[in-house]
């Protein structure tokens, strides 16, 4: 179920495709490769500052996926809850600012899946190392839930797990190779959605793993 494939100039590289993973949800392939190096220069200036770390579930579990955040606020988790908050509670300091980059990328790509006017208040940045997972959920600790999540995949590919609006719907698995951006949003914003175990590998932008971006309007 890959949808369609709009190839606007069939002699431009696979910058220019787009695909329609599902309604409101587009695939920009290879939408971030020129800007990569750029990319992963800031994350490492993020993590200098506030480090990747495991959260823990409410349920007490602690994530095989490594987080931090960048912006006005973070995304965390621990036995009270999830929640955005404005500090890293790691360090009792604001999370590092958004960098330019991230918030223009995040800009132009929602224009270009017909999501003009997003303004990113928060970057999630998930860190996957072989046989990390994301477990199928919603993406609902955002009060502004018309606004799209982006998501920006760079270093080791990924198999993205795509389901519908209930945990038991059927789910569809995309690639997601360094340099892809997806938007979701519309009806798409609050499917079930995960990722598959990272397979083991190298990568020459990111070595052994694979690096997420997420660019969220919170309130
Ligand atoms: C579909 N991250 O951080 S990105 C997450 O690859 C998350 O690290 C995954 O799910 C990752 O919450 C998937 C793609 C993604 C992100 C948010 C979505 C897909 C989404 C929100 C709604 C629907
Ligand atoms: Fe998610």
Known sequence: MAGYTLDLFAEEPAAQTRTELAAGAWLLHGFVLAQAP??????????AVAPFRHLITPGGYTMSVAMTNSGALGWVSDARGYRYDPIDPQTGRHWPALPAL????????????????????????????????????????ELDQRAPIVSVSLGLPATFLFGGLQRNDKTARHRLVHGDVVVWGGPSRLAYHGVAPLAAGSHAATGECRINLTFRKVR
């Open 38 to 47: 750029q990319l992963l220069a800031e994350v490492a200036q993020i993590e």
């Open 102 to 141: 991230f918030a223009d990328v995040a800009r132009r790509a929602a224009a270009e899946a017909g999501y003009p006017g997003f303004e990113p208040q928060a970057c999630l940045i998930n860190r996957y190392v072989a046989s990390a997972r994301l477990s199928l959920h919603q993406d609902k600790d």
